[in-house]
């Protein structure tokens, strides 16, 4: 698995794979199995790999983007994340960047 979540498929004998059909075939089979869980996992562990409190490192990161305040509290993201509507342009790259990587330790925003 790559840096960003995407893979590859290859042969252990670096023989070429048979046609593109059975290789999709393989790929889909496979991510409908194991792929859903493992890649949040992977995101997960990666974004925020000490399990902080998640509306503490987001709020953190939105003050020190500008794109909050002071005032801007935990309570309140909390409130607009579980409606989806925030009081700040959630589009952002800012916004992307703190939604993504809060504590900025892999992705350049």
């Not at 995101?43 to 005032?71: F, H, Y």
Request: proline share 4%; aromatic share 8%.
């Amino acid at each position: 698995m790559a840096d960003d979540g995407t893979s590859s498929l290859s042969r252990l004998d670096g023989a070429d794979l048979p046609e593109t059909g059975i290789v999709d075939s393989v790929r889909r089979r496979c991510a409908h199995q194991f792929d859903r869980s493992l890649t949040h996992l992977f995101n997960e562990v990666r974004r925020n790999p000490e399990k902080q409190d998640e509306a503490k490192i987001t709020v953190a990161c939105l003050r020190k983007s500008g794109l909050v305040g002071r005032d801007y509290t935990e309570r309140k993201w909390r409130s607009e994340n579980d409606t989806g509507v925030f009081s700040f342009d959630e589009y952002d790259p800012a916004a992307t960047q703190c939604r993504l990587d809060p504590l900025g330790l892999w992705r350049q925003g």
